[in-house]
């Protein structure tokens, strides 16, 4: 089955996790996907741990792995006149180009957008950084956490007079950055090709310059409340927000033995919560707010039974009520499961097939492929794609000695030296 983006290749320059779930998604859709790295260490999540044993010494940490399935690693120095004329070659017959320095970096090394349009000018550029490509903030460094904080959504989760609470997830670096880096690549492709049958649309037949911001990202996911308060003046805190703490029909709470989410955002859902556990009363309580009497009391309605009860409860009551699961058990849940998302790949090896989360949009005609390729070892295509590329064998023996570029890397028992230890 062919799949829907066979036939675009993606140059992905970029590190860590922004970039890397970006060219995720593009390649688990068919795209040919090219990790350029460093003729050093290469993307410095190669050497997170935990790892799987057995597999390639670059290529067995499980957080790697979890990003980088289904592409391909080339190893050039890009501080080498021979190393970015090489890139440069690449990028000719290159579709997308992704990178995640921060801005300016790659102009400095003479590689930048503009000198990359001079080879193709229907390359679609989308870089991805913490505060875009211009703005008082252009060069400052930070992580998901410092985005978050900067744009006001750190400052609203928690509990109304407790302290700013994390979220799990890198909401910054992949709701705001990778999510829509891959939004924006798509649409500069779609505006370069043209439209589909019938649109009338032939495209421009060029490229463009994709600039993602992780804070302005992560902004839009406070488009609502946003908007309230651009309406009515009022500045929100934390549990303040009806979706964030603050009415008693639309929280975790604790029971017996672990917590439970309820979400009877709607009157029927509330009406279905209160009848079913015989407190009529509490039905016109629904809005009140955390602290207050009616508050005190649906906390101990929740602690006298267990988890296992209220699950029973929600599947006799459609009230919006679900278990707060741990994340084994999340993974191993019947949903999880029907939906695949979780996944197998062989990792060349690796005795036991190694697990991952699996696609999470579902397309009903052509549907993404997981399982096309294995994580690569660090350099392991380099020799092919610049063969690929119109190199002659002698040509790429001579930068290999000269260090514009690198084959792959050295597995442990080859001579190779200790690998690094990074920690995510």
């Not at 503009?114 to 875009?132: K, Q, T």
């Not at 946003?226 to 929280?251: E, K, S, T």
Request: proline share 6%; aromatic share 6%; glycine share 14%.
């Amino acid at each position: 089955m062919r799949l829907p983006l066979e036939g675009v290749r993606v140059l992905d320059l970029s590190r860590l996790l922004p970039g890397g779930f970006c060219s995720l998604l593009l390649a688990d859709f068919g795209a040919d996907v090219v990790k350029v790295e460093d003729t050093g260490m290469g993307d410095y999540i190669r050497w997170s741990p935990p790892y799987y044993e057995g597999a390639h010494d670059s290529a067995k940490s499980a957080l790697f792995l979890s990003l980088n399935r289904n592409k391909r690693s080339v190893r050039l120095d890009l501080k080498s006149e021979e190393g970015r004329e090489a890139l440069l070659e690449l990028v000719r017959d290159a579709d997308v180009v992704l990178e995640s320095f921060r801005p300016g970096v790659l102009d400095r090394l003479g590689v930048g957008y503009e000198r990359m349009r001079e080879r193709n000018p229907g390359i679609v550029f989308c870089a991805i950084s913490g505060y875009g490509q211009d703005g008082p903030k252009r060069d400052a460094s930070g992580h998901d956490m410092n985005y978050l904080g900067l744009i006001g959504l750190l400052g609203l989760t928690g509990e109304r007079g407790g302290g700013p609470v994390q979220a799990a997830g890198q909401i910054a670096d992949l709701g705001g950055g990778a999510l829509m880096a891959a939004f924006g690549i798509m649409a500069a492709l779609r505006e370069r090709d043209g439209g589909g049958a019938g649109s009338g649309s032939p495209g421009s037949g060029e490229g463009q310059l994709v600039d993602v911001s992780m804070s302005d990202g992560a902004l839009s996911w406070l488009a609502m409340v946003a908007a309230a308060h651009f309406a009515d003046g009022a500045v929100p805190h934390r549990g303040d927000l009806p979706l964030a703490g603050a009415l008693i029909c639309y929280r975790p709470y604790e029971c017996a033995d672990g917590w439970v989410s309820l979400g009877a955002l709607e009157p029927k859902f509330w009406q279905a919560w209160c009848r079913g556990v015989g407190r009529d009363e509490l039905i016109a309580k629904q809005f009140e707010r955390p602290g207050s009497d009616a508050h005190r009391q649906v906390v101990e309605i929740f602690k006298a039974r267990t988890r296992a009860g209220w699950e029973a409860f929600a599947r006799e009551h459609d009230c919006c009520l679900e278990p707060v699961l741990e994340l084994d058990e999340a993974l191993d849940s019947e949903l999880v499961r029907a939906r695949e998302m979780v996944v197998e790949l062989e990792q060349p090896g690796v005795e036991q097939p190694v697990r991952q989360l699996g696609i999470p949009v579902k397309l009903s005609r052509t549907p993404g492929s997981a399982v096309r390729l294995p994580g690569p070892a660090l350099g392991e295509h380099t020799e092919e794609l610049l063969l690929g590329a119109g190199y002659t064998p002698e040509q790429v023996a001579a930068m290999l000695s000269a260090g514009a570029a690198a084959g792959a890397a050295p597995a442990a028992g080859d001579g190779a030296a200790p690998a690094p230890t990074f920690r995510a």
